[in-house]
């Protein structure tokens, strides 16, 4: 395939058909998947990403994100960051640093500010009514419920492959709490001579187990890129007696596609051989099962 792209959840549809516009009319894989993922992170209906995000247990929302080029394995990364608008955009400019690509809180906020980040107060009349409503019964809450990442991964013509991420992170986490989706090798690894891993799901869970460097690294020894995925998520639950919920998008270097999930995970690919299409991986009996949706109003996960 000359290009190709995918992404998590339903949410990142209309990003993901952009990203893979960008992508057909020669355009580089990092600004085509950034210009996707920032779709997501504008829109407040999606509640676990950027604008309207999840809040924490103190009310704030608070961001990661992160980047990564698989032709230099350069990568860029932002924590728990508060009050700015893109933390895709931020996590994305990191990457130009030889020390220092990963800033978490009050310095990552820092950083954002100095290089004239747009701010944006992210809490939305909604996500802090949701918050006010449920506060009170954080002890009942998982905590682990309602939380998603929206993940890209892409293929350029060139044969570049990049991962981006951005997320709101766990509904109710501590305050300072981070994820996964701003460790390079957990949330997200890319590299152009092999392909791409990205996660959503419980991050603890994921950066126990170096879920996607795991999942680029068995493509490496010669799996295919769907055997790749279904063998890290097998290891994953056969390892943590309690593992929770977890989903694998990964991209071969060639630009097909695999996915691994253990709960029902729509997704979204296209390329230059095969339209943009929302699919559904399902978790039956052990095993991943994927179709296509046909109409995308029935899905209706994020
Ligand atoms: N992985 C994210 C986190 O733990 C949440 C998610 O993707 O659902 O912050």
Known sequence: MKWAAISTWKMSFDGCKKTLE????????????IEGVCMVE????????????????????TLDGGFMDGDTLRFGAVGCIEGFRSPIRIAHSLMNYEFNNLLVGAGAEKYAEEKGFEK?????????????????KIETLTSYDGHDTVCFLGKDVS?????????????????????DSPIPGAGYYADSEIGSAASTGVGEDVIK??????????????????????????????????????????????GNYGVATNCDFPFVYGS?????????????????VIKKVDDISEVTLD
């Open 209 to 254: 187990t170096n879920a996607t460097f795991r999942l680029v690294n068995k493509m490496a020894q010669g799996l295919s890129v769907q055997k790749a995925a279904d063998e890290t998520l097998n290891e994953i639950m056969k390892r943590l007696a309690d593992c929770r919920s977890i989903s694998l998008i990964a991209l071969d270097k060639d």
């Open 120 to 136: 944006r107060d992210n809490l939305t009349e909604k996500s802090y009514q949701k918050y006010l409503s449920e506060k009170d």
């Open 159 to 179: 044969g570049t492959i990049c991962a981006a991420v951005s997320t709101s992170g766990l509904y109710m986490k501590a305050h300072g709490r981070i994820g």
């Open 272 to 288: 230059d051989e095969c339209e943009v299409s929302l699919y559904m991986a399902r978790f039956v009996n052990g095993k991943t």
């Open 42 to 61: 504008d829109e407040p209906s999606y509640t676990s990403v950027g604008y309207g995000g999840l809040p924490d247990k103190d009310g704030r929302v």
């Open 22 to 33: 960008l992508l057909a009319e020669g355009r580089k894989c990092d600004e085509s998947l």
